[in-house]
Nanobody, 123 residues
């Protein structure tokens, strides 16, 4: 199994930026595709972004495309989500996700989750 520990998040004004980090341990990080999901209050968890093993392929939800960037550093066993031009509707708990397969444009998650971190965007 792989263990995921998230950091970052917090409160930011609309138009601002935040960066989330997710550090992995337990298994070879570069064997996993990584992703980010989010869950707003009263809503179902939704896909945000994913990145393949090498970082050469990424996929984004339409709602965050051109504002969010997913990246990874395999030497540090860490995946990042850079969030720019944040909007109040981006407010949610964000979850890191590890997947043993590359799902391409699927919005389905892998098997392993981080603990979640709150992102709140004020208007």
């Amino acid at each position: 199994q792989v263990q995921l520990v998230q950091s970052g998040g917090g409160l930011v004004q609309a138009g601002g930026s935040l960066r989330l980090s997710c550090a992995a341990s337990g298994r070879t990080f570069s064997n996993y595709a990584m992703g980010w999901f989010r869950q707003a209050a009263g809503k179902e968890r939704e896909f945000v972004a994913r990145i393949n093993w090498s970082g050469g392929s990424t996929y984004y939800a339409d709602s965050v495309k051109d504002r969010f960037t997913i990246s990874r550093d395999n030497a540090k066993n860490t995946v990042y989500l850079q969030m720019n031009s944040l909007k109040p509707e981006d407010t949610a708990v964000y979850y890191c996700n590890a997947d043993r397969v590359w799902r391409g444009t699927s919005v389905s998650p892998g098997d392993y989750w981080g603990q979640g971190t709150q992102v709140t965007v004020s208007s």
